[in-house]
């Protein structure tokens, strides 16, 4: 029996199953989360931006109740200024709240994340809830080719769904959300840090079934053209198309550049991302996002964080782009790989952070 799901539909939510589908009110959607997973199997919804961010208290919770639920989001500006249109300040504002997140550079990559999701969220070792994150409208609002996998392929790969500590089981009651204060808070939190230690470890063991089922290869990122680049471009979802194109161009040239994509952002592979990193001369990560207050982007905080225990690593500069949905072009990877190669032959850094395509 799977899965169970529900996602936005004008001013209601669907819950579909294999009896047809229930219809409740966005009020009470929070509610329907958890008694949803309580009472029934496998747990889907999907948002962005605000909707998102209105319900961060349960995003929390969903989390330290270890609750496997899986949500799309395709990523969006938050407000104010009012914005519809794509950045990726609503994911990673809530990137520590304990979900595990996928990002996904196109449809097919959207697809596939979402269908490993639920085996990742819902193993054994692991019981979290998992974000797959995707381009608001560039890729969410856009028509793409995906090659998709039968509907009992499809559930013979996911399982079924096995509760763990069932609200419902008389002979083994337990209780949901207990008020828990400083005698064992702390030992709880450390808990649910060394079960997120092992998740990058089940990931890949997902991804190699998948790739026996469909062909599709996938890892903890997309390293393209790392091995023997001397510069490169750390960038997440759609824009990493844009930046693979430019790439190739420059190797034509003769120019070792190369990309490296994540895929699982939370939790970081700090050790593996740090060594693909390691051996660059000069490395620029592109945040659409910011961090206000924080000197840096999201992405370049952790990337920096990876990179600070080799004692051989690159010199690291931070572009913020696209902000709002303003367009990420190859001129913008142009720009920043030339900036890129000054560094490596140089040594100088003319800006260690700045804001391109916007105006002055």
Known sequence: MRPVVWSSRSKSFSIFSLWGTLLVSAVASALVALLVYLFWPSTYTATSSQGLLLMAEVIFNIAGLRLPVV???????????????????????????????????????????????????????????????????????????????????????????????????????????????????????????????????????????????????????????????????????????????????????????????????????????GEALSHLKALCVLDRADAFGGSFGPVYTDVAASLYPFQQRPILINKVYGLGGRDYLPEHAEMALNELLEIAETGRVRNYKEYIGVRE
């Open 71 to 273: 949500m799309t989001c395709a990523n969006r500006a938050v407000s104010a200024p009012i914005n519809i249109w794509n950045d990726q300040q609503d994911a990673v504002s809530i990137r520590d709240s304990g979900w595990i997140q996928l990002w996904s550079e196109n449809a097919q990559e959207a697809y596939d994340n979402t269908i490993q999701a639920f085996r990742i969220a819902e193993h054994m070792d692991i019981r979290l809830p998992a974000m797959v994150c995707l381009d608001g409208f560039i890729i969410s609002h856009s028509i793409g080719r995906i090659e998709y996998l039968e509907d009992d392929e499809v559930q013979n790969f996911v399982g079924e769904f096995r509760k763990l500590n069932p609200l419902l089981d008389i002979e083994r009651p337990v209780s949901y959300g207990p008020l828990i204060l400083q005698d064992y808070y702390m030992e709880y939190r450390r808990a649910q840090a060394e079960v997120a230690s092992k998740v990058s470890g089940v990931v890949l063991d997902v991804a190699q079934d998948f790739e026996n089922l469909s062909g599709r290869k996938y890892g903890l990122f997309d390293a393209y053209h790392l091995d023997d680049a001397e510069i490169g471009i750390i960038i997440l979802n759609s824009a990493a198309g844009t930046t693979k194109d430019v790439i190739d161009e420059y190797r034509s040239r003769g120019i070792k550049a190369g990309l490296l994509k994540p895929r699982l952002y939370r939790p970081f592979p700090y050790r593996e991302t």
